[in-house]
């Protein structure tokens, strides 16, 4: 296509702009100062008045005329000075420049008012009242370009149309400084809005300033009118070399690659996509562009089915934008992600070494969520019945430390319940003394059944400790097997034979399914050291249905014969009687049934 009259006037005037004078090929030299003001609508802002690169003779020339200015003339200079620092958009200079004026004529509050405006435009500010402004005024050939920054600046999709086209035109009547800043924004404009002729141009002379035009910036924009034009693969391949840069447009390309991969959700895509984001996940921060290369990830991780990759995504988003709209529903993402990713854990959907990553990583995001000492604790517990016993401890006590953090009366029964499993996982890693401490330590609410709970296992610590006047003075409501048979070898050890008599016949008749041969052989001999006789009659006819071992039937049968008539001894029944000892002992050791010290 051939271009037009008006699209070649218009590539002209910028063009002019960016070297100099109309129709240059090569950078010219900078043009003479003008001594004097121009009249007409360049009094009031001329970002064309001052040279592109005499700026510290300009600002020491003025600076110089301000040290013998006085009331009105000061006040020109400093506006003169405000117009510089625009003129080579240091936007915050002039903006300070501009607090100490105070115009005394109608002609410098109309300049004030203008270079203020202007100020504010090119910072990406709204201007109130921008129809009365001076930059508003007709006979301003670059008002349609002020007018578009104002459409811009308060989202007014109307006025930009209106105005997109001439802008262009009072583009070129900028400074280069402010023409190459603005220029990629007025491309863009006219891309989104379907003005593709005047976006083609725009690129074009983009490549007049090869520094941005091979930057990130000008990849986005060629990516941003390939892709309004359907040419999607063009547009890929401008958006993949910009996102190799680490500027705003390096940023805002990795947007345009996730949303057209998740348009297109194909694996290939959406894998393509969260590797862009996540090489340049940290090469932006701070601001609006970052929190939505987060939401986008999220997406894409949540797309591909990746929980914990969406979580620690989330937990980003959470951490850094805590104010922001979306951490709300981030929050409540995360939270049902949270129950899933635990759920798959404690099913054995996960390797435990897996999962004990993505714990740890999980930690500083959400530790402080309500729900996550109960995941900890179900990780604790999953992992405990796995015999990890050291690794268990650690994650109840994280549960533990995160809830007394909160100290908040809800919780305290939480801290109860694992105050009795850190117990009771040292007591399986033989950490007795430990256990007991944890046990005695403790100073919590208790029910009932916590407290029942409670003496049960400091009786079992105190079993493995072999403390048995301790295990005797704790009292157990409801006793378990092991329990009883802890007592009945307390009671056995103090020789306090009729209490162990009466700790084993519970055991045997409360429990008969755990009442072994073990227990069998610590009763008979409680029940001889005591002379109960019904007692050892009681297990010797009861042994056969015990067990099938016949050397402890005759231990228990030769406990309760009726010892021999007592006469004088001799060498001969001296000998008897160290045969039938070393007889029982014999049987003893052939049962293979050793004590037992624990559970």
Known sequence: MRPTRARTVFASLILASLTGYAGAKTAAPPPAIAATRAEGWRSDLDLQH???????????????????????????????????????????????????????????????????????????????????????????????????????????????????????????????????????????????????????????????????????????????????????????????????????????????????????????????????????????????????????????????????????????????????????????????????????GTSGQYLLSDWMTAHLGLVPFYGSFPDFPAHTEALADYILGLGATDLAAKEYRRAMQEIERRDTPQYKPDLTRLTLKLADTQRQAGLFTQARETLTKASLPMTEADKDAHSALLARVLSGLNDSPALLQTPVKTPTPTHLRDLGMAFSGAEQWDDAIVQYLQLWDNHPQEFAFEDATRLLIAANRSGDGATIGRVARAFPQLTSTASLVELAQSLNADPAELFPLSAEKAADRLQSLEDAFQSIKNTSASPRTSD
């Open 50 to 344: 001052w040279g592109t690169a005499s700026f510290h003779n300009d600002l020491s020339g003025a600076i110089r005329a301000l040290s013998a200015a006085h009331g009105a003339t000061k006040d020109a200079v400093m506006l003169d000075i405000a117009e510089i620092f625009l003129t080579h958009m240091l936007l915050f200079e002039a903006e300070t420049a501009l607090h100490g004026v105070t115009p005394t004529t109608p002609a410098q509050t109309r300049r004030l008012l203008a270079v203020q405006h202007a100020t504010a435009l090119l910072s990406g500010q709204p201007v109130e009242g921008f129809q009365t402004s001076a930059l508003n005024l007709p006979e301003r050939p670059d008002r349609a370009f002020w007018a578009a920054l104002q459409a811009i600046a308060t989202a007014d999709a109307g006025l930009l149309g209106t105005n997109i086209r001439d802008s262009f035109t009072g583009l070129g009547l900028q400074s280069r400084a402010a023409l190459r800043q603005m220029l990629p924004v007025f491309i863009e404009a006219a891309t989104e809005l379907g003005e593709h002729a005047h976006a083609a141009a725009g690129l074009q002379l983009l490549a007049e300033l090869p520094d941005l035009a091979a930057a990130p910036t000008g990849h986005f924009l060629r990516g941003r009118v390939e892709e309004r034009r359907g040419n999607e693969s063009s547009a890929l391949k401008a958006y993949f070399k910009a996102a190799e840069g680490w500027d705003q447009y390096a940023a805002r390309a990795r947007l345009a690659v996730a949303d057209m991969s998740l348009r297109d959700g194909g694996d290939g895509a959406l894998l393509a996509a969260q590797s862009v984001l996540q090489d340049g996940a940290e090469a932006w921060r701070g601001d609006r562009f970052e929190l939505e290369i987060i939401k986008r990830l999220a997406r894409l991780y949540a797309a591909t089915e990746n929980d914990l990759e969406q979580l620690l995504t989330l937990g980003k988003l959470l951490t850094r934008f805590s104010d922001s709209p979306e951490a709300a529903s981030a929050s409540e993402q995360a939270q049902d992600l949270l129950k899933r990713l635990y759920a798959k």
